[in-house]
Each structure stands twice: as structure tokens, then as C-alpha cells.
């Protein structure tokens, strides 16, 4: 599952060497240009494939409300399970017609204990969370779409954010068929980092 996400102060940098853009965010109530976590009804800027493909990249960023408000009115989902999403009736359009990357600087996860583990790349490159996102009372909101948890991640918990790595961004966004195949791969590894191992060296 995903809960919670996170921004680093060099994002914003990072984001642009990778794909070749300087885009401004915006996270929650805060310009998303430092260090912030991002929470379930936090605003978020998402990529999503531009209409016009003005840019070099064909990408847009939009603004976003994270979380679809549930179909039966008790709350808020914040996740889809990617492997059966087109069999969901609150999921499937986004799905083939609305797909969207978040771009993080890693998530957070926490296992039974409620002990918090850090997850970030394993070269220090962006996370781009696999998403979808739908028009809700004049709102654009996203959810996050989850996996099964690959061996970086099992021992936190048995689910895992999909994402893709920057080559694969024009994939997951691509008008064609290319999405299913990330829906169906194994997570490459993570690096991780637990927060009572840090406290256990002093």
C-alpha cells in the first residue's frame, strides 16, 4: 500500500535533469520546492500526458487532490490494487484513459509493529508512482496504484506503490497498450531505511 509519500529539497532539480523540464509543484499547502511529506487529500502536481504535447516530452503537470472519495460514501481511497483495477468499476476508465505518474522522492511504509521504513531508489534517482486520476465535482484527484511487494519490501509489508524509472515514464503515460506490461513486472529493488536503526546507533 502507499500512505504517504515525500518530497526531498533537491526534487525539483532532479526532476529537471531527468526529464529535461523545469516544472513547478505544488504539495499540500506548501510550494514544492522544499522537504515536505505528502499526505491522502494533500494537492500534489502529477504528470500526465499533454493533450497538445507542446513540450519537449509531451508532459503536463497538473494539480491534484490525492484520494477518490468511495462510491459508497464512508471515506476515501487512496489506493488501487493495479493487477485488478480494469475489473473495478470506481478504477477502470482512469485506467485505459487516464493514467498519471507521481513524481516522489520515496514513500514510507510501516510494518506491524508500526516501525517506519524509508523506501528511495537505489541510485538516488526519482520514484514515479504509477497512478490514475479522474474529474470528481469539478476536481481532479489521483490515487496511487499497488503491487505485490518485491523481496526490498516484504519484510515491511506484502504491498508496494507500482512506479516506473524515468525510461519508462513515456510507457505507463503512451496512448497504447504499453501500461499492461508495468502491471505485470516485478519492482526492481529499493533501498531502505528504518527509523529504529537509526535510533539504535546512539
Known sequence: MCCRFFWSEDAADRLERELGETYHFAGGEKEQSGAFDIRPQDVAAILIKSPQGQDEHGLAL??????FPSPKGNGLLINARAETADLKPTFSEALAYHRCLIPASGFYEWDKDKNRATFTSEDTSLLYLCGIYQL?????????LTTD?????IPVHDRMPLFVGKDAVSNWLG???GYKGIISSVMPPLSCKRDYEQISLF
Open 136 to 144: 470528481v465535482e469539478n476536481m481532479e484527484r489521483f490515487v496511487v
Open 175 to 177: 496512448k497504447d497498450d
Open 149 to 153: 511487494a518485491n523481496a526490498s519490501m
Open 62 to 67: 497538473r494539480k491534484m487532490t490525492w484520494g
